[in-house]
């Protein structure tokens, strides 16, 4: 082998090393950019907040001074004596809507809700850019409402999420004992004015993640003062502080 066929192949072997040192370069970056700005990962939700490991100082809240008005809408449970009140917008193909729903949920449906504290109310905020089974699911909480059962049907949804196409929605009627033809029925469609009216008031209300909570006052004509947003997923003492708070204003 000549000299020059030895350096030729000790300049193959070298751009050969670089090049691989820069794809390496290239993927670390690029990794380190989603790490860093994971919310271009999934546009519109809130990532932030990890229920296990939030303390209040990590809670993203905002209170809301001027005067903010918002509907509970036609999906809200409560005693009528309450005082307070809770909107959650939700999206049920979201995960951090998911790891609400899944856990801190029940304990406020038990401390605040079940005790006359406060109304809950849930509204349909569909980030369905990235969710393309967002809206069917959200017409299929709304029928089984229409059976009442909706909130039955919130728990299915959330815990199996994996599930919610058109024929895994028939199935979750079916697994909470709903009519199967009336469900069908209104699955075509009865119920996308509904989900239509969820989405106008949050975007109303400026309301672009998901899970979003306003928490505030209500009116004497039903409506809430809103007076805390909470964006992200809480463990249930962020909220309970919240509550107790504004039970403490209203008392004085």
Known sequence: MGW?????????RAWCILDRLASVAMVAASATVLVAAGVLMWPG???????????????????????????????????ESARLAMIEFSDFQCPYCARYATGTHARIERDYVDTGRIKYAFRSMLLDRIHPHA??????????GRQGRFWDMYDRLFANQSLLGLAELTGHAQG???????????????????VSDDRAEAARLAITSTPTFLIGELTPQGEMRVRRRVKGTYPPDVFAAIFDELEGAAAR
Not at 48 to 71: C, F, K, W
Request: net charge negative.
């Open 4 to 12: 020059r066929t030895r350096l030729q192949l000790d300049a193959d």
């Open 45 to 79: 939700e809130n990532v932030a907040a990890d229920p296990l490991s939030a303390g209040p100082a990590a809670v993203d809240q905002q209170p809301v001074s001027e005067l903010l008005l918002a509907s509970l809408g036609t999906t809200v449970k409560g005693h």
């Open 135 to 144: 809206q069917k699911a959200a017409e299929a909480a709304e029928c089984a």
């Open 176 to 194: 909470i004992g709903l009519d199967r033809r009336q469900f069908a029925a209104c699955l075509e469609g009865e119920t996308a004015a509904k």
